[in-house]
Nanobody, 120 residues
Framework: QVQLVDSGGGLVQSGGSLRLSCAAS????????MGWYRQAPGKQRELVAR???????DYADSVKGRFTISRDNAKNMVYLQMNSLKPEDTAVYYC??????????????WGQGTQVTVSS
């Protein structure tokens, strides 16, 4: 019905940059919000950044000034530009979308996750 594919993770040195991408496809009528979450071993999944249909954004305090979320509505894609990466950013990053389906149901979906590892 609806599929998410997130990608762009990898191994990077402290201070480096990565850009994560997420492509959504399927029976999407409208996107309420798109965002990125992350989960490190032994820790809860946390919101990293989110962008709403109105263009407003939210960021975790730990990434403000370093990460930027953006979207391409025509392509149903969302991106996370990560700069000045720190070892504490190491986690699996998950794309998330909150949508209205073509049958007018409110649903949300998760990507499979992409590993980001930042070495010191």
């Amino acid at each position: 019905q609806v599929q998410l594919v997130d990608s762009g993770g990898g191994l990077v040195q402290s201070g480096g940059s990565l850009r994560l991408s997420c492509a959504a496809s399927g029976s999407i009528f409208s996107l309420y919000a798109m965002g990125w979450y992350r989960q490190a071993p032994g820790k809860q999944r946390e919101l990293v950044a989110r962008i709403t249909s109105g263009g407003s954004t939210d960021y975790a305090d730990s990434v403000k000034g370093r990460f930027t979320i953006s979207r391409d509505n025509a392509k149903n894609m969302v991106y996370l530009q990560m700069n000045s990466l720190k070892p504490e950013d190491t986690a699996v990053y998950y794309c998330h979308i909150d949508i209205l389906t073509t049958t007018h149901r409110r649903e949300d979906y998760w990507g499979q996750g992409t590993q980001v590892t930042v070495s010191s």
